[in-house]
């Protein structure tokens, strides 16, 4: 089976998620691996990665909807905007 994941932003007070410019965000087949943010966890993607995804991506996972069609997986991740102070987040290693 393959899974697409596919991150869409809402905005803090917003009602509907954001797209981004990429329809799938991450693309991996059976044998390989990939983690799964679970509602409630902090994402922070820089958004740098022209493999990936070039629209910056931070906050909580709000919901998490998985569909299957065939032999595909498409998920799809909203990251809802918060008020966390994202310097308690972080190990004290990491960089910005």
């Not at 009602?15 to 922070?44: K, M, R, Y």
Request: hydrophobic letters at 35%; a negative charge.
């Amino acid at each position: 089976m393959k899974y697409g994941i596919d991150y869409r932003f809402l905005p803090k007070g917003g009602a509907t998620p954001v797209d981004n410019t990429n329809p799938v965000d991450v693309e991996v087949d059976q044998d390989q691996f990939a983690l799964i943010p679970n509602v409630g966890d902090f994402v922070d993607i820089p958004g740098d990665d022209p493999g990936m995804r070039n629209v910056p991506l931070k906050g909580k996972v709000r919901s998490r909807l998985f569909r299957y069609v065939l032999n595909y997986c498409y998920i799809t991740i909203v990251v809802e905007e918060t008020d966390e102070d994202w310097a308690k987040l972080r190990p004290k290693h990491a960089n910005n």
